[in-house]
């Protein structure tokens, strides 16, 4: 059973770059065919895909994100990683990483979410 | 505003059958396959429905899923009080290049 957990800080001030991290469990990030996503929510609207990392290393980003979003892996400790810059309290919002079958079109597996506040 | 329209809440009393709708366009429902999710706060989303109306292993035949041009649509037969949950679909969209989501749908059992 493939399980995803987030983490990081809960409150970040505006202006700075927010960082989050997702460790898998049960199953390799290095594993062909998948992509590992960042989707967040912020309170009270839908969900918004942030963007994704495949196997190789290729991104792939949401157009309204894309100058100041950056997501990486780290396969020997496998966990990616999400850091979006410059952050505004429009990026409050609950983060989830979540695992993508890429030849499916499915979002199989979620983390819980970790809630995120930019506030000074 | 969500490219996936579904109504913001839904209801039923318990043994009763709900449906929950999703509605998109042409380049994603129409062109992609729909996934269904049962979100309880807190919680990670769980996978209902996958391509439009299969079932993940573990997930009871009471939840099914359709789809019809671009909607797309989540039936749930003899509704239980724990199946008291959010609801939303995703699929991917051809413009965006990306995953599109539903606003999600509060269902209340009554």
């Known amino acids: 059973q493939v399980q995803l957990q987030e983490s990081g800080p809960g409150l970040v001030k505006p202006s700075q770059t927010l960082s989050l991290t997702c460790s898998v469990s049960g199953g390799s990030i290095s594993r062909d065919s998948f992509y590992w996503t960042w989707i967040r929510q912020p309170a009270g609207k839908e969900l918004e895909w942030i963007g994704r990392i495949y196997t190789s290393g290729t991104t792939h980003y949401n157009p309204s994100l894309v100058s100041r979003v950056s997501i990486s892996a780290d396969r020997s400790k496998n966990q990616f990683s999400l850091h979006l810059s410059s952050v505004t309290a429009a990026d409050t919002a609950v983060y989830y990483c979540?695992?993508?079958?890429?030849?499916?079109?499915?979002?199989?597996?979620w983390g819980q979410g970790i809630p995120v506040t930019v506030s000074s | 505003q969500s490219l996936l329209t579904q109504a913001p809440s839904a209801s039923g009393a318990p043994g009763q059958s709900v449906t929950i709708f999703c509605s998109g366009s042409?380049?994603?429902?129409?062109?992609?396959?729909v996934n269904w999710y049962q979100h309880f706060p807190r919680t990670a989303p769980k996978l209902l429905i996958f391509?439009?109306?299969q079932r993940p292993s573990g997930v009871p035949d009471r939840f099914s899923g359709s789809k019809s041009g671009t909607s797309a649509s989540l039936a749930i037969t003899g509704l239980h009080s724990d199946d008291e949950a959010i609801y939303f679909c995703a699929t991917w969209d051809d413009t965006l290049s990306g995953w599109v989501f539903g606003g999600g749908t509060n269902l209340t059992v009554l």
């Open positions: 042409d380049s994603n429902i129409g062109g992609n396959p």
């Open positions: 391509t439009d109306y």
């Open positions: 979540v695992r993508e079958k890429g030849w499916e079109l499915l979002l199989d597996y």
